[in-house]
């Protein structure tokens, strides 16, 4: 049969392997799964929708990881909603009904004279890994940091210790690592490499993607920046990897919108992270709309967890 054929049939992608990276009812687990076409064509930053179940909800999930040889993809996700809770339960030997993908505009890896930072908060550090992996495999040298709330929620650090130049670990309790949140350690690191880093790439929360960007531009975590009266060009590039609210994940129902700054027109323009995304220059992303349109849906979220339904938003890596 061939691979389309399967493929409309659904249950096509079985799960290899699967591992329990931090544990806990909201914990975060990880899926080996056999998607060869996906594999074979995935490159770092892009995503895949999954659907667990014919009325189920359509979730994103970062490709994580991928082997074209083997014909497998690596996904990392957080019980932190019904349909996730879900997809949770199942286990090795089990199947996906559907994975479509890769979707989203895979970010620029290429060959840098200068140190490159990569920095990876919470369920961030999974998406931040393929970055992290094409850009060493090229011969970067890649700093990377990665943190969490303790200890216990960390993970992936032997693989991206593997593959970086430095690697560099905080905890905001202190429990392992250096106590506190990643921007400290990324000023420590900048000032330790003054005027020699190419750039940096930051994935996790909201709060923590803009207190990245607020750090790069000279400004406190409690600042406001507005790129409309403060972007500069000539700053160290900070991309960041956004997670809006995505429902069709093909660019059709525009749920996933987001304002970008246009420097050279002097005006926001409106961009779909789907297709557009979801890696942006940071210092040009509208935080505060973003933002705001990422709680719209909350009071919603709330009842589909309650009543059992798949209505919720989903936060994968």
């Known amino acids: 049969m061939s691979e389309i054929d399967c493929t409309l049939k659904g249950k096509n992608y079985p799960i290899r392997n699967r591992r329990i990276l931090t544990p806990g009812s909201d914990g975060i687990i990880e899926f080996v799964v056999h998607a060869p076409l996906i594999a074979s064509h995935a490159q770092p930053g892009q995503f895949v929708i999954v659907r667990t179940s014919p009325k189920g909800e359509r979730i994103p999930l970062t490709i994580a ?3 074209a040889d083997a014909g497998t993809i690596h996904l990392i996700f957080q019980m932190v909603g019904y349909s996730t809770r879900e997809m949770g339960k199942l286990d090795e030997g089990d199947t996906i009904l559907d994975i479509l993908g890769p979707l989203g505009a895979p970010i620029q890896v290429k060959k840098h004279d200068k140190p490159i930072i990569c920095v990876g908060g919470g369920v961030g550090i999974a998406p931040i890994w393929p970055k992290v992996k094409g ?3 090229l011969g970067n040298r890649v700093i ?5 709330r303790t200890k216990d929620l960390l993970f992936l650090e032997d693989e ?5 130049t430095e690697l560099y670990v905080t905890t905001d309790d202190g429990s392992y690592g250096r106590k506190g949140f990643v921007t400290s350690q990324l000023r420590d690191v900048i000032q330790m490499h003054k005027g020699e880093i190419a750039e940096v790439i930051a994935v996790g929360p909201l709060p923590m993607m803009e207190a990245v ?3 790069m531009a000279g400004k406190g975590f409690r600042d406001t920046y507005d790129p409309a009266l403060e972007y500069d060009p000539n700053r160290i590039p900070c991309i960041v990897s956004l997670n809006p609210i995505m429902v069709d994940g093909t660019g059709m129902c525009g749920g996933c919108r987001v304002n970008i700054w246009n420097h050279s027109k002097g005006k926001y323009e409106v961009r779909f992270s789907c297709v557009d995304g979801p890696a942006f220059d940071g210092y040009a ?4 709309a973003l933002a705001r349109r990422n709680r719209q849906y909350l009071s919603q979220e709330r009842v589909a967890v309650d009543h059992g339904s798949s209505a919720g938003k989903e936060r994968g890596a």
Do not use: H, N, P, Y
């Not at 990377?144 to 969490?148: D, E, M, Q, R």
């Not at 992303?285 to 505060?288: C, G, I, L, S, Y």
């Open 213 to 215: 960007v607020k750090e």
């Open 135 to 137: 850009l060493f495999e």
């Open 65 to 67: 990881a991928f082997d």
């Open 285 to 288: 992303v509208d935080f505060a």
């Open 144 to 148: 990377t940091i990665i943190g969490a």
């Open 160 to 164: 991206l210790r593997k593959i970086s």
